[in-house]
């Protein structure tokens, strides 16, 4: 034991007189492959450094301590192979697996990049992990953050703790608390919300869910929302919008500006203008109804289609015909 902690004194103390100088190393190699320590700019084989900087290129298996001053340190360095850092390994292009005690920092991996803190990639292919968090601008593959993870582009599988968001978001994407994107394409599930200008898939919301235009299936626990809707949609009290396409139940209500399709609530549906299949307790076309409607109560301002319930009201008959029990009929 004492000459396994003397052998482990000296490989630190040589490591890091080996690195103090910008291309100071020492080690056993021919032709650059072989073991080097210090900063060596070019191994193939395995390297040991204090602090990383300036190096080239590294296949094998790069190990470094600390993690360099500087905005870009390594603006050429490419890793090949399996990168440990006990901070932050810093490097340009990473091709195999990065694995960092704090974080990861790279402008682009292919491979897998596991983090204790966080990681921020520029652009990355493969699986990457971030204790807390991840973030980049172009990601594909596998991406997992204890809290979150963000990047201008995700396409495959993302997973937040909390959260997850970007800007253009392809594939699986599950949100501990919400998921959000200007564009989200493929499935999203979010403990409370997904939200997102543009939404096509399908996506559940514990709480709700709301965009501008939404394409697709889907479940909010609350309610949905959004200006254009198209597709198949559940709000445990309501969904709602401007232009409604589609088939829409909401235990509550259902509303808008303008309805096609088929709208099932359990108290109302109160809509401009309606067209196709309806049925509610109450059904209310505040301009007009374009097909067949099932009602307690029936109302449109003008009526071109059927109306069935208790009552029906059509606007645009003459005199007593206006307001009928059990059917109004106008075509």
Same mark, same amino acid.
């Given at each position: 034991?004492?000459q396994?902690?003397t052998?482990?004194?000296?490989?630190?103390?040589w490591? @890091?007189?080996?690195?103090?100088?910008?291309?100071?190393?020492?080690?056993?190699?021919?032709?650059?492959?072989?073991?080097?320590?210090?900063?060596?700019?070019?191994?193939?084989? +395995?390297? #040991?450094n204090?602090?990383?900087?300036?190096?080239?290129?590294?296949?094998?298996?790069?190990?470094?301590f600390?993690?360099?001053?500087g905005?870009?340190?390594?603006?050429?360095?490419?890793?090949?192979?399996?990168?440990?850092?006990?901070t932050?390994?810093?490097?340009?292009? +990473?091709?195999?697996?990065?694995?960092?005690?704090?974080?990861?920092g790279?402008?682009?991996?292919?491979? #897998?990049?596991?983090?204790?803190?966080?990681?921020?990639?520029?652009?990355m292919? !493969?699986?990457?992990? =971030?204790?807390?968090?991840?973030?980049?601008?172009?990601l594909?593959?596998?991406?997992?953050?204890?809290?979150g993870?963000?990047?201008?582009?995700?396409?495959?599988?993302?997973?937040?703790?909390? !959260?997850?968001?970007?800007?253009? @978001?392809?594939?699986?994407? #599950?949100?501990?608390?919400?998921?959000?994107?200007?564009?989200?394409?493929?499935?999203g599930?979010?403990?409370?919300g997904i939200?997102?200008?543009?939404?096509?898939?399908m996506?559940?919301?514990?709480l709700?869910? =709301?965009?501008?235009?939404?394409?697709?299936?889907?479940?909010?626990?609350?309610?949905?929302?959004? %200006?254009?809707?198209?597709?198949?949609?559940?709000?445990? +009290?309501?969904?709602?919008? %401007?232009?409604?396409?589609?088939?829409?139940?909401?235990?509550?209500?259902?509303?808008?500006?303008?309805?096609?399709?088929?709208?099932?609530?359990?108290?109302?549906?109160?809509?401009?203008?309606?067209?196709?299949?309806?049925?509610?307790?109450?059904?209310?076309?505040?301009?007009e109804?374009?097909?067949?409607?099932?009602?307690?109560?029936?109302?449109?301002?003008?009526l071109?289609? @059927?109306?069935?319930?208790?009552?029906?009201?059509?606007?645009?008959q003459?005199?007593?015909?206006?307001?009928?029990?059990?059917?109004?009929?106008?075509?």
């Amino acid at each position: 034991m004492r000459q396994a902690g003397t052998v482990i004194r000296v490989l630190l103390i040589w490591v @890091l007189a080996a690195g103090t100088s910008a291309a100071g190393s020492v080690g056993l190699t021919y032709n650059n492959y072989g073991i080097r320590v210090g900063n060596a700019p070019i191994v193939h084989g +395995l390297r #040991i450094n204090a602090v990383d900087r300036d190096v080239e290129q590294v296949d094998g298996i790069n190990l470094t301590f600390w993690a360099p001053r500087g905005k870009h340190p390594n603006p050429r360095f490419r890793m090949n192979g399996l990168a440990v850092g006990l901070t932050v390994p810093v490097m340009h292009h +990473l091709s195999g697996m990065g694995v960092g005690v704090l974080g990861i920092g790279a402008d682009k991996v292919s491979g #897998i990049a596991v983090a204790g803190l966080g990681a921020g990639i520029d652009e990355m292919t !493969g699986i990457g992990i =971030g204790g807390l968090g991840l973030g980049g601008d172009n990601l594909t593959g596998l991406f997992v953050g204890g809290l979150g993870a963000g990047a201008d582009k995700i396409t495959g599988v993302g997973v937040g703790g909390l !959260g997850i968001g970007g800007d253009h @978001l392809e594939g699986l994407f #599950i949100g501990g608390l919400g998921a959000g994107a200007d564009e989200m394409i493929g499935v999203g599930i979010g403990g409370l919300g997904i939200g997102g200008d543009h939404l096509q898939g399908m996506f559940i919301g514990g709480l709700g869910i =709301g965009g501008d235009h939404l394409q697709g299936m889907f479940i909010g626990g609350l309610g949905i929302g959004g %200006d254009h809707l198209e597709g198949m949609f559940v709000g445990g +009290l309501g969904a709602g919008g %401007d232009d409604l396409t589609g088939l829409f139940i909401g235990g509550l209500g259902v509303g808008g500006d303008r309805l096609s399709g088929v709208g099932i609530s359990a108290f109302t549906i109160r809509v401009n203008e309606l067209r196709g299949i309806h049925i509610a307790p109450w059904v209310h076309a505040k301009d007009e109804s374009n097909g067949f409607s099932v009602a307690l109560f029936n109302y449109s301002r003008e009526l071109h289609g @059927l109306q069935l319930g208790i009552l029906n009201w059509a606007g645009n008959q003459e005199g007593i015909l206006r307001l009928l029990p059990l059917v109004n009929y106008h075509r």
